[in-house]
């Protein structure tokens, strides 16, 4: 019996689940016994961490549809984090609600929100960029609202689409209704933080079906390098996944590794694939070239797509994109190559991902061909690397991060990574770092209060009190006099508001004698702190009228943008 079957009997009848399980037909799994013992089904706000999103997202929908059948006045909503798989959603969730008599409607795309045939759903599937346009044009059509399923609650810390969703909890927790929270996450190091946010218990994964190998390599050629261990995963009947740092890096690796570009005949990948298999990759090549034929992208996708690669982005068509993804979970496609942030928000897995090197460039800053490289934060590379391999497919899955030299592995070990006692590395599990405190997310926010009806009467800066941002304890009682704390705040309370409590852990791990003092007046401080993974020193200048600058890669890739400290500037 399928555990979505055993789930639906346990809410309809759990006498009849009970003789089933004396007569040994189905036996629940321990997260799925943690889950319902925990009082998922009775309406208990809980948090399913765990990698296996599918698993976590069936347990949260039955909770969900279960919620909704008992009692016909409750409506809930279901958070999608893109379009793809809000459709995908909705697909499985609306034929489950017609055979239950209730009504599901969907908010995917923009032009959805304006009419309203959405609004007579008791369940409402949605994305948080499409919530966030509708509780700004139609705020009345969520009232009554009591269980809300969030798939993928950590992308609070991915930029612009974390402030989007965090904003629509917030907006929908200050609608005065006892509210079930149904959190699908992998696993983050300040959980706890978030299960205090939500009121909401942690219910964890622990069964390991699959061994995770993590590894970082220095690779003179990576193209070369990259052709050898991928020919030998499709030997093995595996899929691997590529993770370049924007558009043109994907589509030139794409091209060398089929040897369509003359750049490089030597890294063409030999897979060794079928007849059969070669048919069934013309078949679809033809398909995504028959979709826009006289588009460039289009060609050269087709004709590494029929070599066994390929390659996407936000710059292909919604339609090829689709294809694309459903070939891929098929596995017809042996190996596939995208931008890092593509990979972040799409959860597509494979046996082995490649990520080369650890900076990633932003959609607006690809479009306008910038060069302004964001360097990942630890969260994002434990998000990638970490959704390796298939569950029921993989013995065995690899992420491996791939530099240019023996100093940079050094350097992303020591900054990326955690060592066990036998030796073994896995990635450092990052934090859902708030954006809340941008400027910009800031004033949109209270500026949405003041535009609202239901707070005439409330100071529109006590929102940001309800943020996640303010709930981990940095920040307190924001009001119209200003968001700076006190002037006799203490020192760490005035760090942690720029900084992450990981940054802090490992500024206090630099010993007091690699840091040297150079000058210091009333209104500058500039010292030197050393790097030992790099052997250099860096400069950190503090000054009371321009900020605070840092020489390291952490403070030009990611800090000045995220308005972040580097472990340096908090030393």
Not at 82 to 99: G, I, T, V
Not at 428 to 434: F, I, K, P, T
Not at 479 to 485: N, P, Q, Y
Not at 512 to 527: A, C, F, H, T, Y
């Amino acid at each position: 019996m399928s555990t979505l079957r055993e789930l639906e009997i346990e809410q309809v009848s759990p006498r009849l689940l009970e003789v089933l399980r004396r007569e040994g037909l189905t036996t629940l799994t321990p997260f799925q016994s943690a889950a319902v013992d925990g009082g998922i089904l009775r309406g208990e706000s809980q948090i399913l961490q765990t990698y296996d999103y599918e698993e976590a997202y069936q347990i949260a929908e039955i909770s969900l549809l279960n919620r909704v059948a008992s009692d016909f006045k409750t409506r809930a909503l279901v958070l999608c984090p893109n379009p793809h798989q809000a459709e995908k959603r909705f697909h499985s969730l609306s034929y489950r609600c017609k055979r239950l008599g209730i009504e599901a409607t969907a908010i995917i795309r923009r032009r959805t929100v304006i009419g309203d045939a959405w609004k007579g759903g008791r369940v409402i599937v949605t994305t948080f960029r499409a919530l966030d346009i509708a509780l700004r044009i139609h705020p009345d059509a969520f009232e009554g609202i009591e269980c809300l399923l969030t798939d993928r609650l950590d992308l609070i810390g991915q930029p612009r689409l974390g402030a989007k969703l965090e904003t629509v909890l917030v907006t929908l927790m200050g609608m005065h209704t006892e509210l079930q929270h149904v959190v699908v996450s992998p696993p983050v190091a300040d959980v706890e933080d978030l299960s205090s946010w939500l009121g909401a218990r942690i219910v964890e994964d622990t069964k390991t079906d699959m061994k995770r190998i993590f590894s970082v390599k220095a690779f003179e050629s990576v193209n070369e390098s990259l052709a050898d261990l991928t020919e030998f995963v499709q030997y093995r009947r595996g899929q691997v996944a590529i993770l370049c740092s924007n558009i043109p890096a994907c589509e030139e690796l794409a091209a060398q590794l089929t040897g369509i570009s003359d750049a490089s005949k030597e890294s063409a990948l030999d897979l060794r694939l079928t007849p059969e298999h070669r048919d069934d990759l013309g078949t679809l090549s033809r398909d995504i070239m028959g979709r826009y034929a006289e588009c460039a992208t289009s060609v050269i996708l087709g004709r590494t797509v029929s070599r066994g690669v390929a390659f996407i982005h936000e710059g292909i068509a919604r339609s090829q994109r689709r294809i694309i993804s459903g070939a891929w979970e098929d596995g017809l496609v042996p190996v596939i190559i995208m931008p890092t942030r593509f990979a972040i928000a799409s959860g597509l897995r494979a046996t082995v991902v490649f990520l080369i090197g650890v900076f990633m460039q932003d959609l607006a800053g690809d479009l306008a061909d910038k060069e302004e490289l964001t360097q990942l934060s630890e969260w994002q590379l434990s998000d990638v690397l970490s959704s390796v391999g298939k569950r029921g497919v993989d013995n065995e899955a690899f992420g491996i991060v791939v530099v240019g030299t023996q100093t940079e592995r050094h350097r992303v070990l020591a900054r990326y990574f955690v060592e066990d006692s036998e030796g073994n590395i896995s990635p450092r599990l990052g934090e859902v770092d708030s954006s809340m405190d941008n400027p910009e997310n800031a004033q949109d926010f209270v500026l949405r209060q003041l535009c609202s009806d239901h707070t005439r009467d409330e100071d529109p800066f006590s929102i940001l009190d309800r943020t996640f941002w303010a709930s981990t304890n940095r920040v307190t009682q924001i009001s119209r006099d200003g968001l700076m704390l006190a002037d006799d705040a203490d020192v760490e309370a005035l760090i942690s508001l720029r900084s992450t409590k990981s940054t802090a852990t490992r500024a206090r791990e630099i010993p007091d004698e690699d840091v040297r003092l150079v000058s210091m007046n009333p209104n500058k401080i500039e010292g030197l702190v050393h790097s030992r993974s790099r052997d250099l020193w860096h400069h950190v200048v503090v000054r009371a009228g321009e900020g605070v600058s840092c020489t390291c890669e952490s403070w030009k890739y990611q800090g000045i943008k995220k308005h972040r400290l580097c472990k340096h500037l908090v030393k």
